[in-house]
């Protein structure tokens, strides 16, 4: 079963207010990616563990949370959802040097 | 930016027609990954071509990649309605476990 699981799959949220979006992986991949793509925009690295590190792109450091409570599950987390923050957000696992495996994604839309 | 200028961004074809979609990039890679996504679905791996390979082909599909122009072209032959996707290239840049995208193409196959 190579299926990466995201939940939920849509979200509405208001501005100021918390977001946790769900992703999990039953591959025993080592490693766990957060993406977010907006409109007509390449989907963009926020994020990955490696196992249990966590590594944050330098320009999102800031601006998302992530935990992995063990191998299968990791969350995105927004601590005060802005505008901005409104788009798709795909979580991918893989094994070291292998393809990347992507879940559906969860559309997230700010008001 | 990883990427130049180059990228379609919407590309409209009749079925049975062949086409290619080109990327650019700017930063050394040692593989090209070319990913496809369906409406509602996260991206998926469908080729990819490494920098000691100068064209890799599966079924419809052909891959060609040039080090020295830092460039990269998926074609598909006969074009099928089911093609209709998006397609995406990505680089391996600033480790083994970063993936960048480029902005992808819209590919609509027309019957």
């Known amino acids: 079963d190579t299926t990466v699981k995201q939940n939920p799959r849509y979200k509405l949220a208001r501005v100021g207010k918390p977001v946790n979006l769900i992703c999990s992986q039953t591959m025993n991949h080592d490693t766990m990616y957060w993406y977010q793509k907006k409109p007509n925009q390449a989907p963009k690295l926020l994020l990955f563990?490696?196992?249990?590190?966590?590594?944050r792109e330098a320009d999102t450091f800031e601006k998302f949370q992530s935990s992995r409570p063990n191998n299968s599950f990791c969350s995105l987390y927004i601590g005060s959802a802005g505008l901005e923050y409104s788009a798709m957000y795909l979580c991918?696992?893989?094994?070291?040097?292998?393809?990347?495996?992507f879940g559906p994604g969860t559309r997230l839309t700010v008001l | 930016s990883q990427w130049g200028e180059e990228n379609l961004q919407a590309l409209s074809i009749q079925e049975g027609e062949d086409v290619t979609m080109n990327c650019s990039y700017k930063?050394?890679?040692?593989?090209v990954h070319w990913y496809r996504q369906d409406s509602g679905r996260g991206p998926a791996l469908i080729i990819l071509?490494?920098?000691?390979?100068r064209e890799k082909r599966s079924g419809r599909l052909r891959a060609t990649l040039d080090t020295s122009s830092q460039s990269s072209s998926l074609s598909i032959t006969a074009a099928q309605c089911e093609d209709t996707a998006v397609y995406f290239c990505?680089?391996?840049?600033?480790?083994?476990?970063?993936?960048?995208f480029g902005k992808g193409t819209q590919l609509i196959i027309q019957p």
């Open positions: 563990y490696y196992d249990k590190i966590l590594n």
């Open positions: 071509i490494r920098s000691n390979e």
């Open positions: 930063t050394y890679t040692t593989v």
């Open positions: 990505a680089t391996v840049a600033g480790g083994a476990d970063r993936l960048t």
């Open positions: 991918a696992s893989s094994s070291p040097w292998d393809e990347q495996y």
